[in-house]
């Protein structure tokens, strides 16, 4: 029984590039939800997707954006990157919309020159 | 708004023997859910433990605990019979139950295990 997976594993970027990252949900998942985790903190919540759609955001701005796909896969994507948005990105997956213990991926390390 | 707290920064614990990690919550809200997490240095976050806001019984699973003091709002997990591999970060997180799960992390705590 796969889990949850994420790609690319690390990425560098430049200040004002965009990025993509992906997720697949563990098998049986219908909702993802997205984290950042800055260098000694705890994750932040960004998004959460089920039905193709944006549940509810956390406080980040609209630069965050994703999308879920029918499979129920999802993207998160960050357009002007900045400095400060260098971090691990981790997606969670969960069951019946969200109502589930969520189970998360091995994260994806960016990092902003 | 939910807040979780986590006071202690790092703990060191011997092989064999149990450690307590402490936690506490803010909310206003009767129905939540509390959530221990481990991230060792690879990063990935494992589910560990899960208590649910009207359950009577302390949850277990195997060697962890969660030890529930809701007039405190205490949430700390123990951990018995430490192992080598018991080495990482300890994440405490809440949601509220509103239909869905929105996971608030406190800072966390890093443990070492020596031999």
């Known amino acids: 029984d796969a889990g949850v997976t994420q790609s690319p594993t690390h990425l560098i970027k430049t200040r004002g590039q965009q990025v993509t990252l992906r997720c697949s949900p563990k098998?049986?998942?219908?909702?993802v939800s997205w984290y950042q985790q800055a260098l000694g903190q705890g994750p932040q919540f960004i998004f959460q997707?089920?039905?193709?759609?944006?549940?509810q955001r956390g406080n980040f701005p609209d630069r965050f954006s994703g999308h879920q796909f029918p499979n129920y896969s999802s993207e998160l994507n960050v357009n002007a990157l900045l400095l400060g948005d260098s971090a691990l990105y981790l997606c969670?997956?969960?069951?019946?919309?969200?109502?589930?213990?969520?189970?998360f991926g091995p994260g994806t390390r960016l990092l902003v020159l | 708004a939910q807040k979780i707290t986590q006071t202690q920064p790092g703990m060191f614990v011997q092989e064999k023997e149990a450690v307590t990690l402490d936690c506490t919550y803010d909310?206003?809200?009767?129905?939540?859910?509390l959530f221990w997490y481990k991230q060792p240095s690879s990063g990935e976050m494992i589910f560990l433990i899960y208590?649910?806001?009207?359950?009577?019984q302390n949850a277990t699973e195997g060697r962890y605990s969660l030890n529930f003091q809701k007039a405190r709002k205490s949430a700390n997990l123990v951990i018995s019979a430490s192992q080598l591999g018991d080495s990482a970060m300890y994440f405490c997180?809440?949601?509220?139950?509103?239909?869905?799960?929105?996971?608030?992390f406190g800072t966390g705590t890093r443990l070492l295990v020596s031999p």
């Open positions: 969670a997956s969960s069951n019946r919309g969200g109502e589930e213990t969520q189970y």
């Open positions: 909310t206003s809200d009767p129905s939540y859910g």
């Open positions: 997180a809440m949601s509220l139950n509103t239909g869905f799960q929105k996971l608030v």
């Open positions: 098998s049986g998942h219908d909702t």
């Open positions: 208590q649910g806001s009207y359950d009577q």
């Open positions: 997707y089920y039905e193709e759609e944006e549940r």
